[in-house]
T-cell receptor, first 110, second 113 residues
Framework: EDQVTQSPEALRLQEGESSSLNCSYT??????LFWYRQDPGKGPEFLFT???AGEEKEKERLKATLTKKESFLHITAPKPEDSATYLC???????????FGTGTRLTVIP | EADIYQTPRYLVIGTGKKITLECSQT?????MYWYQQDPGMELHLIHY???????EKGDLSSESTVSRIRTEHFPLTLESARPSHTSQYLC????????????FGQGTRLTVV
């Protein structure tokens, strides 16, 4: 069964304390792996698409990487404004939509 | 910046009422989607469309219906709202082809009392 599992469920970091969020996937025929940021009461905001193992994408303090079984979202020297829920999603060949994990709720403390 | 709009942002309505949630995009995307999200839970696809006059049901069963008469417009309708329909409804669109990333609206928080 296709699955996307994110860990940890919640993460509290001090400002400047770097860490990584994990997204494990078991999807046959992966077409793409996606990261989104979601603030409370709002729609998800697109961050990255990764298509193949070994690929990396960066944006400001965020860096996403992909292996054949998991993806990591690395956060370097986070700031309080990085606090949000980070969602991972997969798209498989022949499917019609994105399949989402439950997210990691990140809190960055000043 | 993705241009996809949902109205209303918040709606509180009584049981049995008919409601329509609006979704419009100005990006010319062929593919549009409706997702449902409960607090702390993952997003579940309830409807999708690959173009005008094309609509399909998603993975999560829903009593709602959708229509796609114009490329930019993808409204969702509930004929008779019930408390079990209380949820966050998110509309999204994507370009299609190799570009599979979806862009989301701000969502409609529906409460049926």
């Amino acid at each position: 069964e296709d699955q996307v599992t994110q860990s940890p469920e919640a993460l509290r970091l001090q400002e400047g304390e770097s860490s990584s969020l994990n997204c494990s996937y078991t999807v046959s025929g992966l077409r793409g792996l996606f990261w989104y940021r979601q603030d409370p009461g709002k729609g998800p905001e697109f961050l990255f698409t990764l298509y193949s193992a070994g690929e990396e994408k960066e944006k400001e303090r965020l860096k996403a990487t992909l292996t054949k079984k998991e993806s990591f979202l690395h956060i370097t020297a986070p700031k309080p404004e990085d606090s949000a829920t980070y969602l991972c999603a997969s798209a498989k060949t022949g499917a019609n939509n994105l399949f989402f994990g439950t997210g990691t709720r990140l809190t960055v403390i000043p | 910046e993705a241009d996809i709009y949902q109205t209303p942002r918040y709606l509180v309505i009584g049981t049995g009422k008919k409601i329509t949630l609006e979704c419009s995009q100005t990006m010319g995307h062929d593919k549009m989607y409706w997702y449902q999200q409960d607090p702390g839970m993952e997003l579940h696809l309830i409807h999708y469309s690959y173009g005008v006059n094309s609509t399909e049901k998603g993975d999560l069963s829903s009593e709602s219906t959708v229509s796609r008469i114009r490329t930019e417009h993808f409204p969702l309708t509930l004929e008779s709202a019930r408390p079990s329909h209380t949820s966050q409804y998110l509309c999204a669109s994507s370009e299609g082809g190799r570009r599979t990333e979806a862009f989301f609206g701000q969502g409609t928080r529906l409460t049926v009392v």
